[in-house]
């Protein structure tokens, strides 16, 4: 079974950028999308982009498009999500899940909060 | 605003069926397959649902998911207290070429 392991929370001050990492394990990194999707405090969840590992392709929702990066490093199955700019609005937790076919895994999560 | 439209709540007694309904258009729901996530306070979704109307293994029978057109469903049977949890309805957009999620329904066992 393959399980997601993310980095701790963080504390930034606006103006910031903080990078989440998300580790896969128990099966082949290559063979699925990770995905980063934020919930910000009682609101719904909100897809960020992806990307397609064994291809190195990504994807953004227009959001993020200027101040998002999702990379993944093959040879360790780590994928990570950089925000830039951060404002007070980026305060969520930010969840990696993985994609194989219609099926997806989920990291538990990480608290980001942005506060001066 | 969510692409995918839910209602913000949903409430039904132990034992009881209750559905959860999930809204889109033909660029999401119309032309892609519906999967349904299940949220406890403080954790991190798990896959309820996927691919419309299947489970994925350990996820109980009593949970069924169903699609029509641009619409999707989600049923809980023989509801039990531990249902008590906040139901995601997510497919992929062609037109925006994003994965678009619902709003979120906080379903109370009464």
């Known amino acids: 079974q393959v399980q997601m392991v993310q980095s701790g929370a963080e504390v930034k001050k606006p103006g910031s950028s903080v990078k989440v990492s998300c580790k896969v394990s128990?099966?082949?990194?290559?063979?699925?999308?990770i995905n980063w999707v934020r919930q910000a405090p009682g609101q719904g969840l909100e897809w960020m982009g992806r990307?397609?590992?064994?291809?190195?392709?990504?994807n953004y929702a227009q959001t993020f498009q200027d101040r998002g990066t999702i990379t993944a490093d093959k040879s360790t199955g780590t994928a990570y999500m950089d925000l830039t700019s951060l404002r007070s609005e980026d305060t969520a937790v930010y969840y990696c899940?993985?994609?194989?076919?219609?099926?997806?895994?989920w990291g538990q999560g990480t608290l980001v909060t942005v506060s001066s | 605003q969510s692409v995918l439209t839910q209602p913000p709540s949903a409430s039904g007694t132990p034992g009881q069926r209750v559905t959860v309904s999930c809204s889109g258009s033909?660029?999401?729901?119309?032309?892609?397959?519906v999967n349904w996530y299940q949220q406890f306070p403080g954790t991190a979704p798990k896959l309820l649902i996927y691919?419309?109307?299947r489970r994925p293994s350990g996820v109980p029978d009593r949970f069924s998911g169903s699609k029509s057109g641009t619409s999707a469903s989600l049923a809980i049977s023989g509801l039990q207290s531990d249902d008590e949890a906040d139901y995601h309805c997510?497919?992929?957009?062609?037109?925006?070429?994003?994965?678009?999620f619902g709003g979120g329904t906080k379903l109370t066992v009464l």
């Open positions: 899940a993985a994609f194989k076919g219609a099926l997806d895994y």
């Open positions: 128990g099966d082949t990194f290559s063979s699925y999308t």
């Open positions: 990307i397609i590992p064994i291809l190195g392709v990504t």
């Open positions: 033909s660029s999401n729901i119309g032309s892609n397959t």
């Open positions: 691919s419309d109307n």
């Open positions: 997510a497919a992929w957009d062609d037109g925006l070429n994003v994965r678009v």
